[in-house]
């Protein structure tokens, strides 16, 4: 077994995405947050756990590890706090920089995973390989390639990578639903004489329209010179074929609400106790111009089976099909900050802090109009079974039905409200649904939930997360998303050990 220390270990996703991958065996986990610790020591209790600062710890006393995963606090590095980064630029009057206290201590610890490693090699015990986590605006900092040089010249090869989360596509744990950009230094022993195997682990499946298949999706930076960036703003992924001119593709992702609990109910907007921030209003009410559109979706039958959007005519009907209407829900931010928008539950969550900044705001729901067990469901659940006796389902939202109108397009019919039964259907287009403005104080809304906070993190529902509302969404915001520790460490386990793993059918 190869043995893994996890310094700045957190809640323990690194650890957890480590654990799962075979010949990886957990020995130690250093966190300086007591609660991280606690909830780390109920998932993983066969580990030792160091609870402290790590940068004036004696890493000479923690045990020599194969394989060395460390995530570096990284707010002080990052634009997340609303507060323009400058990475030690600003001078004073006398044209000399005066380094902020914690930001200065963010930029140390970077410098305490060369410090374990020269630990081990004095020892000699050398760490084999391991992968150091960081926002990606770490990248900019000015000593980076010196800190770089310095794991080099320990006689390890290195690797930067640029991942997003929802990209990382696991065998053992799950999908992240989420954006979550993060920079990754992966490094291994000069000494091995083998490279990791990056293509294998770390090009996602995506469809290429042009060649009409699904592919290996290959990474491109829009400028050539750089090396680390965020998804769409400075990379995308192509099809690798270049027959097709290696078309743009789109990963395929997971979304937003397969991490969501639809059961739990929202409170319309309207009769909140207190009322929402005016910026958070005027994004669910963005939200909803742009996306609440409803689409009618074929519940049914075999020869279609695609949602249309309800500006279009309303599809031919037949004997055996039903059609069901969808309005999406809507992922809201709900910090100050500018520059925020809602945007639709079938997206992946964006990138998760350590606070609760995510509103959910949607509009309907699926009623079951027969009797026995039948009940009243979310439109992100499969539909129940449609009967030969008739379409028994229904679409409720908060809206009055009268602001719901169907209009014929033939001469002498007339517009009716959806609360009417509907003209006769013929073989031909008749009928199209139109909708006015949603009433916003009509509009469900609650915020996200630690445990949904979690499964968008890909953590199981099985984790154990201790604390208060707040730590426990602090911690997974600080978190590393599992599949992406699965994945990078797959790798490497296979350089260290010449053996191959399992991809699955990826």
């Known amino acids: 077994m190869l ?29 300086h947050w007591d609660r991280a610790i606690a909830s780390h020591s109920v998932n993983f209790p066969a580990v030792d756990h160091f609870q402290g600062d790590l940068h004036a710890a004696d890493v000479a006393g923690f045990p020599a590890a194969d394989l060395f995963w460390a995530s570096p606090e990284c707010p002080k590095w990052s634009n997340a706090r609303g507060k323009q980064r400058d990475f030690d630029k600003q001078p004073d009057l006398f044209g000399e920089t005066l380094p902020d206290p914690a930001a200065d201590r963010s930029r140390a610890l970077m410098w305490d995973v060369p410090r374990y490693l020269e630990s081990c090699a004095a020892r000699g015990r050398p760490v084999l390989a ?51 950009d993060r920079l990754y230094l992966a490094y291994w022993r000069r000494s091995l004489g083998r490279t990791p195997d990056w293509d294998k682990w770390l090009r996602p499946s995506a469809w290429c329209p042009t060649c009409e298949r699904t592919v290996r999706a290959v990474q491109a930076f829009k400028n050539l010179r750089r090396d680390m960036g965020r998804y769409r703003s400075q990379y995308a992924y192509r099809c690798p ?29 309207g009769d909140r106790p207190k009322g929402l921030s005016p910026k958070t209003l005027a994004r669910i009410q963005a939200g909803l111009d742009r996306y609440a559109l409803p689409v009618t979706v074929p519940a049914g039958g075999t020869w279609r089976d695609s949602a249309a959007p309800v500006t279009d005519p309303m599809p031919t009907s037949t004997t055996t099909e039903n059609d069901a209407l969808a309005v999406p829900p809507l992922l809201v931010p709900v910090e100050g900050r500018d520059g925020k928008y809602a945007s639709p539950a079938a997206d992946p969550l964006r990138t998760q802090t350590a606070r609760n900044e995510t509103g959910l705001a949607w509009l309907p729901f699926i009623a079951e109009l027969r009797g026995g067990s039948s009940d009243a469901r979310p439109i992100t659940d499969a539909l129940a079974t449609v009967t030969a006796s008739g379409n028994h389902h229904g679409l409720v939202t908060p809206a009055d039905p009268a602001d719901h109108l169907l209009v014929p397009y033939y001469r002498t019919g007339m517009a009716k409200t959806v609360a009417e039964p509907i003209g006769t259907l013929s073989t031909r287009d008749r009928f199209a649904l139109v909708r006015t403005a949603v009433d916003l104080d009509s509009v469900l809304f609650r915020m996200l939930e630690p ?56």
């Open 3 to 31: 043995t893994y220390v996890d310094f700045f270990a957190g809640l323990g996703g690194s650890s957890f995405g480590a654990s799962l991958v075979p010949g990886i065996q957990p020995v130690l986990a250093a966190n």
């Open 130 to 180: 391991g992968v150091v986590e960081n926002v990606i605006d770490v990248r900019a900092w000015d000593l980076w390639q010196p800190w770089r040089d310095r794991i080099r010249l320990l006689g390890y090869d290195t690797k930067l990578i640029a991942l997003n989360s929802m990209h990382a596509t696991p065998v053992r744990t799950a999908f992240a639903p989420q954006s979550r």
């Open 241 to 269: 074929n270049t027959a097709c001119r290696n078309t743009i593709v789109e990963p395929v992702v997971r979304s937003a609400a397969t991490a969501i609990d639809w059961a739990l109910a929202g409170t319309p907007i």
């Open 451 to 506: 445990a949904e906070i979690g499964r968008a993190m890909a953590f199981r529902d099985s984790y154990m997360v201790l604390g208060t509302k707040r730590e426990k969404v602090r911690q997974y915001g600080n978190a590393v998303t599992p599949p992406v520790a699965e994945v990078l460490l797959s790798a490497l386990v296979e350089a260290v050990t010449g053996t191959d793993l399992d991809r699955g059918c990826v």
